[in-house]
């Protein structure tokens, strides 16, 4: 993670001293995983027991053994050009489209002090606490982010980003305030799972702001995002109330706490768009040297309505830290699909393990 | 038995002599109140500067190293893996750049000696004349 190369320009610009240093990082995770059992959604056409481990990615376990729904390999080049300004790139290859490489960060940033940071560019919307390290595995302990929190469809944005960094007595401050939108041609969760038909998902002015306080043991986060949706399925524009747009606004509140050995993370989110939409996560961990076993349980409801979209996951699982850059992560998820027309794959047990590594 | 006794003593005090100890060390002219937990937060980007505005630069070493794990383990709280979690959290979403690495003590001490912007840190005892040590650990 920390290797440097120094580019020394020396030759191409030998009038000029001037050089940028470029740094070259990675992740990856190879992770496999089937499906124990399971009442996938007959009246949908799913009759396989289906485990739908990860929404915006669509990463599908099914009863044979596969390897591909959720690894993944990133790369990110950071060429650092002095005076506080750099640009970034990540490009990332996920089994779950067939190892295709795409583009999922690009930005440039300036440091203009010691607290203001400004980026414009492709970024991932910082929606929950684990959204915009998502794919970076080795970074949490589950095998991934909870899914039934982490549901939402579009999860980058081009735009502006300014970032904060303070403190307060013992508390480190650190905040963003990101505007921008996301025109997604083909939205992969909604086009390959909920609608079953090419869909176009727009989420336009998209303005959000998070705020960060830690201190020793304690860590908090509070954010707020507004938008306004858009949407094509199959070329027609989708219509909500007579109207072609509607707005959404989505409050989330993480807290995790971590007393030596024992620590406990959770998250509490809604999105109100004609409707609320609630989520919840908690997680208990104990740090026994290198392993780590956790217990964990998140919950989708959907408030309004009699049927509407409502889900939960109760999961046990170990982290190895086997390698000083590699953890060994294995875990157990029961999911509760308790939703008829919404329902997204039915009841499902499943166990997953894999890799994790950074470079 | 005596003897196994003289056995767990003699192991005990060599896993003491094993933690050596960490001396903190800046250049000589950096005349800063630096506390250890300063020092946690400029070795976990928290912190940018020294208390007098100018600029802090931390020096880490090696992954490997044992100083390396000492300090992350009494001055950070923090083990190798979950330092490293940390850091990919940060490195990952643009928010930070974990410390610059030497490669010994030695190292450690010529950087820390020629640019007063640095904060590193070596084996108790091995700092010279050439650098101040604030804190030992």
């Known amino acids: ?359 | 038995m005596k003897n196994l006794i003289v056995l767990m003593a003699l192991l005990l005090v060599s896993s003491f002599a094993a933690n050596a100890g960490v001396d903190v060390i800046v250049h000589p002219s950096n005349a800063n109140a630096i506390d250890a937990n300063t020092i946690k937060k400029i070795f976990t980007g928290k912190a940018k500067s020294f208390a007098d505005g100018s600029k802090a630069l931390p020096l880490t070493q090696g992954d490997s190293s044992a100083v390396t794990s000492e300090f992350n383990e009494k001055v950070l709280k923090k083990s190798s893996s979950q330092l490293k979690a940390y850091w990919s959290k940060l490195v990952f979403t643009g928010k930070g750049t974990p410390p610059k690495e030497a490669s010994s003590d030695a190292e450690v001490l010529s950087l820390v000696a020629n640019n007063p912007n640095l904060i590193g840190f070596v084996k108790q005892g091995s700092a010279d004349g050439s650098v101040k040590v604030i804190q030992s650990f």
């Open chain 1, 1 to 359: 993670m920390y290797r440097k190369v120094i580019l020394g320009c020396a030759l191409c610009f030998s009038a000029l001293p001037s050089y940028s240093e470029v740094h070259i990082s990675g992740f990856t995770s190879i992770n496999a995983g089937k499906v124990l059992s399971g009442s996938g959604v007959p009246h949908y056409g799913i009759n396989e027991a289906t485990f739908l481990a990860d929404y915006p990615i669509v990463s599908v376990y099914n009863e044979d053994v596969s390897f591909k729904p959720e690894s993944l390999f990133g790369l990110q080049v950071k060429a650092d050009l002095g005076e506080g300004l750099s640009a970034t790139a990540q490009i990332v290859s996920r089994g779950a489209n067939d190892f295709e490489t795409k583009f999922e960060w690009a930005y440039l940033s300036y440091e203009i002090n010691d607290t203001w940071t400004i980026q414009a560019g492709k970024k991932r919307l910082p929606l929950f606490y684990y959204s915009d390290f998502y794919d970076v595995g080795y970074a949490y302990i589950w095998m991934r982010a909870p899914a039934d929190n982490y549901t939402w469809q579009i999860f980058n944005y081009n735009g502006v980003n300014v970032l904060y960094s303070g403190d307060i007595g013992d508390w480190s401050l650190t905040g963003n305030i990101y505007y921008g939108r996301e025109d997604d041609k083909e939205n992969k969760l909604l086009s390959d799972f909920f609608f079953q038909e090419p869909t176009r998902e727009i989420w336009k002015d998209i303005l959000g702001g998070v705020l960060q306080g830690s201190n020793d043991w304690l860590e908090l986060r509070a954010t707020v995002m507004t938008y306004t949706n858009q949407r094509f399925r199959s070329g027609e524009p989708a219509l909500w109330n007579g109207k072609d747009e509607r707005d959404g606004t989505f409050y989330g509140f993480a807290a995790n706490a971590d007393f030596g050995d024992l620590f406990v993370l959770s998250e509490l989110n809604r999105l109100d768009l004609d409707g609320n939409l609630d989520t919840v996560m908690l997680t208990l961990g104990y740090r026994f040297d290198s392993l780590t076993p956790f217990i964990s349980y998140s919950a989708f409801e959907q408030k309004d309505g009699d049927d509407g979209e409502d889900h939960n996951t109760t999961s046990v699982g170990l982290r190895w830290d086997f390698h000083a850059s590699a953890a060994f992560k294995i875990q157990y998820d029961e999911v509760e699909d308790n939703s008829t027309s919404l329902a997204v794959a039915g009841d499902s047990k499943a166990i997953t393990i894999g890799i994790d590594m950074v470079f």
